[in-house]
């Protein structure tokens, strides 16, 4: 099979992201059609100018999007109706502030209900595990690290307080990209100082925190009234302070 489809890549961004990037773009456009094999493990490793490793990350990514089938000891095929793509949010959508919304929007939608079910069927270890994430935040913020990571394993710990598997789903279906990017508020704070930028991103990051410690003090308490209208104002206060970040630019 030709792999001429397959353009060496450059080193601007993850080797791993150009190529399911590229390998997306060629069975969405029907370069590569429903039933058709892959280009082999040799052939991509070749034409993208990669290693192995890279490959084998791609096409795990693909198949767990929907996009690619593995047969052992054949290869990769294109999934069928693997043209109607699967919904995800990747990080290249989450680089504008009109998306960061988006998405806060979404999980508005979902996570209100989700708390107050943790409120209802909570246990010691699940508040325990909150309060956990809850100070590693805190140690990331001393730090001025970027606490993207512990905040999203939060959000999973309340997931798992629900005893709802679904919740866990959705909540890792949406993955870290749910959580608006660290670095967004330098992007976008044109005509301010490093100094102020850096105040400015901190404070965000305060509040941020101070709505988080209410959620989890709610669901320990077990106040399911409590639980959702904390966290419909968290994610209303987070998507006004995107907007006004928006409308100063």
């Known amino acids: 099979m030709s792999d001429r489809i397959i353009k060496p890549l450059g080193k601007r961004r993850s080797l791993t992201s150009e190529l399911i990037e590229q390998l997306r773009g060629q069975i969405l456009n029907g370069t590569l059609t429903s039933g058709q094999q892959l280009p082999t493990e040799q052939e991509l490793v070749r034409s993208a100018d990669v290693s192995r490793t890279v490959v084998r990350e791609a096409v795990a990514a693909l198949k767990a999007d929907g996009l690619v089938i593995t047969r052992q000891g054949v290869g990769a095929f294109v999934a069928p109706n693997a043209g109607a793509a ?3 949010i990747s990080s290249e ?3 504008t502030l009109e998306e960061v919304i988006n998405v806060l929007e979404l999980r508005m939608a979902v996570e209100i209900e989700m708390a107050g079910t943790a409120a209802r069927r909570r246990e010691p ?3 325990v595990a909150m309060q956990e994430c809850l100070n590693r935040i805190d140690a990331y913020l001393d730090t001025g690290e970027d606490a993207t990571e512990p905040d999203f394993e939060l959000h999973t710990a309340i997931a798992k307080a629900t005893k709802n598997p679904q919740f866990r789903r959705f909540i890792d279906f949406l993955g870290k990209h749910m959580i608006p990017p660290h670095d967004l508020v330098p992007k976008f704070a044109a005509g301010r ?3 102020e930028v850096r105040e400015h991103q901190a404070e965000l990051l305060r509040q ?3 709505e988080h410690r209410e959620i989890v003090e709610a669901i320990a308490d077990g106040n399911e009234r409590l639980a959702r209208e904390v966290t419909r104002r968290h994610l209303a206060n987070s998507i006004e302070r995107h ?3 928006l ?3």
């Open 93 to 95: 959508e989450m680089e």
């Open 208 to 210: 941020t925190q101070v």
């Open 247 to 249: 409308k100063h630019n």
């Open 86 to 88: 699967p919904f995800r």
């Open 243 to 245: 907007r006004r970040l």
């Open 125 to 127: 270890e699940d508040i």
């Open 193 to 195: 100082t490093e100094d």
